[in-house]
């Protein structure tokens, strides 16, 4: 019998349910949203503006919703048929990379991020200044 899961697991559980809740209500959304812009432009002759915007958005969103849903389960960077008929210590180890890899990447966000806020910070306190162009064409 496996045993009850702890308060924080079950809590990132529900989470990980709505967010893929909501990764499937903005898909069907996006689809409804093709739809109608099919029907208007080519039965009403009216192509709406606001469709392929607001159908963008929401495959980002449910794109970045299944990701971390994908990240939850532990099914990112992972050939589930190949882990699944591993051996054990096989399987260990390939579970082991795949974490591995997840944890590289969310290093990667990290540091881009810095950059990002040390950038910001530099250009919102005046400390940027642009490189001059003449200087760079004489050398």
């Known amino acids: 019998m496996s045993e009850p899961r702890r308060g924080s697991a079950r809590a990132l559980d529900g989470l990980a349910s709505l967010a893929m809740g909501l990764a499937g209500f903005a898909l ?4 409804l949203i093709q739809a109608w812009q099919v029907f208007a432009r080519y039965v009403l002759n009216d192509s709406p503006g606001w469709t392929e915007p607001l159908a963008l958005l929401l495959m980002s969103f449910a794109v970045m919703f ?4 994908a990240v939850r389960r532990e099914t990112h960077f992972a050939f589930q048929t ?8 096989l399987k260990w180890l390939m579970k082991s990379i795949s974490r591995l890899i997840a944890l590289k990447f969310a290093g990667l966000c990290l540091g881009g991020a810095l950059i990002l806020l040390f950038a910001l910070e530099r250009l ?6 642009a490189p001059d162009v003449a ?4 050398d």
């Open 28 to 31: 069907v959304a996006m689809a």
């Open 66 to 69: 299944g990701a971390a849903v």
């Open 82 to 89: 190949f882990r699944d008929a591993a051996p054990g210590p």
């Open 124 to 129: 919102l306190t005046g400390d940027y200044h």
């Open 135 to 138: 200087e760079q064409a004489e």
